[in-house]
């Protein structure tokens, strides 16, 4: 199932990392290759601009390594396998002033619902 739209009241000007459901597995740290589940929305309006929660298989990336935007290099450091994350992102960190056409307008804050699905070594 998707997770619940959340609308910040503020515009972002730092990473806000919620935690909504602790991991007990080990903890993401830079040079792991994280296996997510995520789900996008714009911090404005809620839109949905992207999302794999209801895929069969998660997204595969290695933290830190700039293979993703830097909300996400920086706001799943710590993070534990089998927990699920709420990130708010800024513009600043997520596609900046030239957004990601078409569905991400020019410095938009974002919002992330991830789950921490495995960490391959």
């Given at each position: 199932?998707?997770p619940e739209v959340f609308k910040?009241?503020?515009?972002?000007?730092?990473?806000?990392?919620?935690?909504?459901?602790?991991?007990?597995?080990a903890a993401a740290k830079v040079?792991?290759c994280l296996v997510m589940k995520?789900?996008?929305?714009?911090?404005?309006?809620?839109?949905?601009?992207?999302?794999?929660?209801?895929?069969?298989?998660?997204?595969?990336?290695?933290?830190?390594?700039?293979?993703?935007?830097?909300?996400?290099?920086?706001?799943?450091?710590?993070?534990?396998?089998?927990?699920?994350?709420?990130?708010?992102?800024?513009?600043?960190?997520?596609?900046?002033?030239?957004?990601?056409?078409?569905?991400?307008?020019?410095?938009?804050?974002?919002?992330?619902?991830?789950?921490?699905?495995?960490?391959?070594?």
């Open positions: 199932t998707s910040p009241e503020a515009a972002a000007t730092e990473i806000q990392k919620t935690d909504l459901k602790s991991g007990d597995g040079g792991d995520y789900y996008g929305t714009l911090a404005a309006d809620g839109t949905l601009f992207d999302e794999n929660y209801t895929k069969p298989s998660g997204f595969a990336f290695t933290l830190g390594s700039g293979q993703v935007i830097k909300g996400w290099d920086q706001g799943l450091v710590g993070m534990k396998v089998g927990g699920e994350r709420r990130l708010v992102i800024p513009a600043a960190l997520g596609y900046g002033e030239a957004g990601s056409p078409p569905k991400i307008p020019a410095n938009a804050d974002l919002v992330f619902v991830v789950k921490l699905l495995r960490i391959v070594k």
